[in-house]
């Protein structure tokens, strides 16, 4: 008797572990991983791509060069308080209105596509997408582990087996986290404290920049007033035109970045070295962060490859704006960086915005040269 229920026990616990491992296994066929190119993206409970119908949907970040670094040849953009998102190669371009469900060319001319909210994040039709354009293509791939959606462009290397046999771990490791968090957002919380939405960092994030205007002392003291510090951008002139400003500036422990106007890499790496020297002389730091408007993305890697930290700012505040529409614009899916001119014309409603940044609904970080 005592064998036959050893013997049934053993059974019992056989039949028990093949229904986790039949679980997990379940469980890892509904898990899509991602990567560009050859480089694996980080899948969470947020950005996992999805299915709808027997469409793929891919977050719109495995488009976006910011969080990927690869540029592919077509870029996507999404603006949370518009509820649009800007999919384009440089030529051709659709924007997907997510309020009116409707998706459309320049020209004003609707196509068969449309793109979904999940938590907050964007996606987009990846299959549609790349037919329309025909520069990208995208394939999946099973794997012990889950099902690799890739999506590629001409500079491709690795065959998708050498991909998934190259980054066996990183998958594997990528689905333990993946798992942990669902696991911790479906335990039920006895501290409301704990709820992430009731945490004071759980707002956009901001990174902020001024250009050069008649307020830029005003709009320095009420930041120091707010116990916060600034990034300011100077030209090499208003370096030498504002030098007691400029040591007021460093003095309370802002940063001061050089405004280029060169129309060239050469000409702005010029105007850069000049106005290191300037600034060494005038307040005795040194310069870490450039901006350079009339670059084009290429050349402002090019000057980033010289040393410095380039500055591209995903929005510009206009003095036509309420500081509601100012915050309205800010993005709850990426960083904000955010530039600013110190213009006495809406002074009131920089301020009023600079408030609400400094308050628990926002992430108000100071921009330095490695957050760019």
């Known amino acids: 008797m005592k064998i036959l229920r050893r013997l049934f026990a053993a059974l019992l616990c056989g039949a028990l572990l093949l229904g986790i491992a039949a679980a997990s296994v379940r469980s890892a066929s509904n898990v899509y991983f991602m990567a560009v190119n050859e480089k694996i993206i980080e899948m969470t409970p947020e950005n996992m791509p999805m299915t709808v119908g027997e469409t793929l949907y891919i977050p719109y970040t ?74 990208i293509s995208f394939t999946t791939s099973r794997t012990p582990y889950g099902t690799l959606v890739r999506v590629t462009n001409d500079s491709v290397i690795l065959s998708d087996a050498a991909l998934i046999d190259a980054a066996d771990g990183m998958l594997r490791d990528n689905l333990a986290s993946y798992q942990q968090a669902v696991s911790e957002q479906q335990q039920p919380s006895a501290d409301p404290s704990s709820d992430p939405s009731a ?20 709009v320095a003291q009420q930041l120091e007033a707010l116990g916060r510090q600034a990034l300011f951008f100077l030209t090499p002139q208003q370096l030498l035109e504002q030098d007691g400003l400029v040591r007021r500036l460093v003095g309370a422990g802002h940063s001061v970045g050089l405004d280029l106007t060169g129309a060239t890499v050469s000409q702005c790496v010029q105007q850069a070295q000049e106005g290191s020297r300037l ?75 600079l408030r609400s940044l400094t308050g628990s609904d926002y992430q108000l970080r100071q921009t330095v040269a490695p957050a760019l």
Do not use: H, K
């Not at 953009?77 to 649009?84: K, P």
């Not at 945490?199 to 005003?218: M, N």
């Not at 870490?288 to 890697?301: C, H, K, M, T, V």
């Open 62 to 135: 495995m488009l976006s060069i910011r969080d990927t670094g690869i540029n592919l040849g077509v870029s996507a953009q999404y603006s949370a308080s518009r509820r649009t998102a800007l999919v384009s190669d440089g030529r051709r371009a659709i924007t997907f209105d997510l309020q009116a469900n409707t998706a459309y060319d320049p020209q004003g001319n609707y196509v068969n596509a449309r793109a979904v909210i999940r938590n907050s994040m964007l996606f987009l039709p990846i299959a549609w997408i790349c037919e329309y354009f025909g520069v």
């Open 199 to 218: 945490q004071p960092d759980s707002g956009p994030v901001v990174y902020l920049a001024f250009l050069w205007g008649d307020a830029v002392e005003d």
């Open 279 to 353: 600034l060494a002389d005038i307040a005795r730091c040194p310069v870490y962060i450039l901006r350079a408007a009339d670059l084009d993305e290429s050349q402002r890697g090019q000057l980033a490859q010289e040393g410095w930290a380039v500055w591209s700012a995903t929005q510009r505040w206009e003095d036509t704006s309420s500081s509601a529409q100012l915050l309205g614009q800010l993005s709850y899916s990426q960083a904000n960086y955010v530039e600013a001119v110190c213009s006495g014309g809406y002074l009131s409603q920089l301020s009023a915005a």
